[in-house]
């Protein structure tokens, strides 16, 4: 047999043990990208635009706790070639998806001594783990 007539069904075995295999990070920064759907054991990393200097955070309002962990507190990085004060960044959070189920991930921005106001911005993503 040739080379060339290997390599071809190696290809192909190759490319379908990687299709089987889902990605550890799933990356979200958009609501346009829900519902979303994980795997038990991914992880799902949450950025949000987010200015911290303007008073505004993100606030959870349900952290979708029957499926998924927090893997730490929020991070905030801002673009390393701008280094003004003020500057919007993101906002960052990992989860893990760690029992089978549905639910919502829900945040606002708002000013966090002002409730009563309406949040400038809402964030809810429905979750389905498998």
């Known amino acids: 047999m040739t080379p060339a007539r290997l390599l ?6 190759l490319l379908a043990a990687c ?7 799933v990356s979200l920064d958009d609501q346009k990208d829900c519902p979303i759907t994980l795997k038990t054991g991914q992880t799902l990393m949450l950025m949000l635009p987010s200015n911290p ?4 955070r993100w606030l959870m ?7 998924l962990n927090a893997m730490g507190p929020e991070v905030f990085n801002t673009p390393e070639d701008v280094g003004m004060v003020g500057t919007e960044g993101q906002s960052v959070w990992r989860y893990k998806a760690a029992n089978a189920g ?11 001594w002002a409730p009563e106001v309406r949040p ?11």
Request: some cysteine; charged content about 10%; aromatic content about 4%.
């Open 8 to 13: 071809v069904p190696l290809s192909l075995a």
């Open 61 to 67: 309002q349900n952290p979708a706790p029957s499926i």
């Open 120 to 130: 400038e911005r809402t964030f809810d993503c429905a979750i389905t783990v498998n």
């Open 53 to 56: 200097t303007t008073g505004h």
């Open 19 to 25: 299709a089987q295999q889902p990605k550890q990070i």
């Open 102 to 112: 549905t639910g919502h991930l829900m945040m606002v921005y708002q000013q966090p």
